[in-house]
């Protein structure tokens, strides 16, 4: 019922910043919470930050908190990660996922951005 595009991505040195983008379309009606994620070349899929659709109040994942921060902007339906002193580690494909009125759980989930950081 919801489509996520990520945008944004690309390669940075140890230290920049990126700001990565996720617009939703269909049924934004029915969205609770927007997230994002990251997989690594080696890890598993985890969790990073996420934002409460209507008021805004924003969780973080211990690795990314004060270095990430998760925004929205309900008029363009857009949500943001800009993402400050990255890390070597903080590479891989970084994918924005909701929760929604009827979802049980993270779903619709978009194809993702690739971050690349070199040192």
């Known amino acids: 019922q919801v489509r996520m595009e990520e945008s944004g991505g690309g390669e940075v040195q140890t230290g920049g910043s990126l700001r990565l983008s996720c617009v939703a379309s269909g049924y934004t009606h029915s969205i609770l919470i927007v997230g994002w994620f990251r997989q690594g070349p080696r890890t598993e899929r985890e969790f990073l930050a996420d934002?409460?659709?209507?008021?805004?109040?924003?969780t973080y994942a211990d690795s990314v908190k004060g270095r990430f921060t998760i925004s929205r902007d309900n008029a363009k339906n857009m949500v943001y990660l800009q993402m400050d002193n990255l890390r070597p580690e903080d590479a891989g494909l970084y994918s924005c996922?909701?929760?929604?009125?009827?979802?049980?759980?993270?779903?619709?989930w978009g194809q993702g951005t690739q971050v690349t950081v070199s040192s």
């Open positions: 934002i409460n659709w209507r008021d805004g109040r924003s």
């Open positions: 996922a909701v929760q929604t009125i009827t979802s049980t759980g993270w779903t619709d």
